[in-house]
């Protein structure tokens, strides 16, 4: 596998990665044999990027800590603070940035995952009541105190990654990209690539949709997404068959295809799709050598350009403010 440099803070990691599904409820999906299977075969592979986050109860990072143990020192870890759960959309997301709940959060991810310090952490979403500044200056003082290594920033805007990059080097601004969702190239990629900050790209193969694992409307949380709506479905689904049709005249799989193009996007972009199954996190291992050239690229912008590639809007309302602040 490939490395790839997070940016200019020295950090180097597997040009592919891997995020940690969420282990809800006491046991991960396909038990925790699977899981740690799993994780050790992403070692194995030299997927040496591992992403999670305190999602719920932090079940997930218990679960991964598990996985880890007697492999920890080979594998970038990395998690995320900030992004209170438990509450509905409805009730409306609360986020804190402050340094108080970011040493909380840290100390409880520690202990859940078995480690004594972090390779990345990353402020899980801006807090519109903490100043940036104030949120990544309690950052530094973890990273001061050996707690973490490197400092990242989830879903911000170009001028909230400035404003942070000068308080302190951000190593990874990572966000939602993939060919289905290409909002940041207007303004986000272009900041991170002057900063010399990486990006770090989830939900890379669509929310599944470009691995071909969205054949009807689903009835999982991807329910609420527009582009996966009885209406807009059947006609996205007919823009899958012209791009499976190339990943098939390319020798490789759609996912693999998918994930081809986000790595071709710039060699400051990390990928890091998330899978319980062995044989997918092969297959997605596998992206890595699939050559896209330039008449590829310019198919796969063609069926699926920065706007209007698919119908339907990425979410059920509005979150231009919450996202690019």
Same mark, same amino acid.
């Given at each position: 596998?490939?490395?790839?440099?997070?940016?200019?803070? +020295?950090?180097?990691? =597997? !040009?592919?990665?891997?995020?940690?599904?969420?282990?809800?409820?006491?046991?991960?999906? +396909?038990? @925790?044999?699977?899981?740690?299977?799993? &994780?050790?075969?992403? &070692? #194995?592979?030299?997927?040496? @990027?591992?992403?999670?986050?305190?999602?719920?109860?932090?079940?997930?990072?218990?679960?991964? +800590?598990?996985?880890?143990?007697?492999?920890?020192?080979?594998?970038?870890?990395? =998690?995320?603070?900030?992004?209170?759960?438990?509450?509905?959309? !409805?009730?409306?997301?609360?986020?804190?940035?402050?340094?108080?709940?970011?040493?909380?959060?840290?100390? !409880? =991810?520690?202990? *859940? @995952?078995?480690?004594?310090?972090?390779?990345?952490?990353?402020?899980?979403?801006?807090?519109?009541? &903490?100043?940036?500044? #104030?949120?990544?200056?309690? /950052?530094?003082?973890?990273?001061?105190?050996?707690?973490?290594?490197?400092?990242?920033?989830? $879903?911000?805007?170009?001028?909230?990654?400035?404003?942070?990059?000068?308080?302190?080097?951000?190593?990874?601004? $990572?966000?939602?990209? =993939?060919? /289905?969702?290409?909002?940041?190239?207007?303004?986000?990629?272009?900041?991170?690539?002057?900063? +010399?900050?990486?990006?770090?790209?989830?939900?890379?193969?669509?929310?599944?949709?470009?691995?071909?694992?969205?054949?009807?409307?689903? #009835?999982?949380?991807?329910?609420?997404?527009?582009?996966?709506?009885? $209406?807009?479905?059947?006609?996205?689904?007919?823009?899958?068959?012209?791009?499976?049709? /190339?990943?098939?005249?390319?020798?490789?799989?759609?996912?693999?295809?998918?994930?081809?193009?986000?790595?071709?996007?710039?060699?400051?972009?990390?990928?890091?799709?998330?899978?319980?199954?062995?044989?997918?996190?092969? #297959?997605?291992?596998?992206?890595?050598?699939?050559?896209?050239?330039?008449?590829?690229?310019?198919?796969?912008?063609?069926?699926?350009?920065?706007?209007?590639?698919?119908?339907?809007? *990425?979410?059920?309302?509005?979150?231009?403010?919450?996202?690019?602040?």
């Amino acid at each position: 596998m490939q490395s790839r440099r997070l940016g200019s803070t +020295g950090l180097t990691v =597997s !040009a592919i990665g891997w995020g940690a599904p969420t282990f809800s409820g006491d046991t991960p999906p +396909g038990g @925790l044999e699977n899981a740690v299977a799993v &994780v050790h075969r992403a &070692v #194995e592979l030299g997927l040496t @990027l591992i992403d999670t986050a305190d999602h719920g109860d932090g079940n997930n990072e218990v679960v991964l +800590g598990r996985a880890l143990e007697g492999i920890r020192d080979k594998v970038v870890l990395c =998690s995320k603070f900030g992004n209170l759960r438990g509450q509905s959309w !409805a009730e409306g997301r609360t986020v804190d940035g402050s340094p108080e709940y970011a040493r909380k959060a840290l100390e !409880a =991810s520690l202990k *859940r @995952l078995k480690t004594d310090w972090l390779d990345l952490y990353y402020l899980h979403r801006v807090d519109p009541a &903490v100043p940036v500044e #104030e949120s990544v200056g309690g /950052m530094v003082r973890l990273k001061e105190e050996g707690k973490i290594r490197h400092i990242g920033l989830c $879903e911000a805007g170009p001028g909230t990654i400035r404003r942070a990059a000068a308080v302190h080097p951000i190593a990874a601004v $990572e966000s939602e990209y =993939s060919l /289905m969702t290409r909002d940041y190239e207007a303004d986000t990629l272009p900041a991170v690539r002057d900063l +010399g900050i990486g990006f770090v790209a989830y939900y890379a193969l669509g929310r599944g949709f470009f691995s071909g694992a969205v054949t009807r409307p689903p #009835e999982d949380n991807r329910r609420s997404v527009p582009r996966f709506s009885p $209406e807009n479905l059947p006609r996205n689904l007919e823009k899958f068959r012209a791009f499976g049709a /190339m990943a098939a005249d390319k020798g490789c799989t759609p996912g693999q295809l998918a994930l081809a193009w986000v790595l071709h996007q710039g060699d400051f972009i990390v990928p890091i799709p998330g899978t319980n199954s062995i044989k997918h996190l092969e #297959e997605n291992a596998g992206a890595a050598a699939v050559r896209l050239d330039a008449a590829d690229l310019a198919a796969l912008e063609a069926l699926f350009p920065r706007t209007g590639g698919l119908a339907g809007a *990425r979410f059920d309302r509005d979150r231009s403010d919450e996202l690019n602040i």
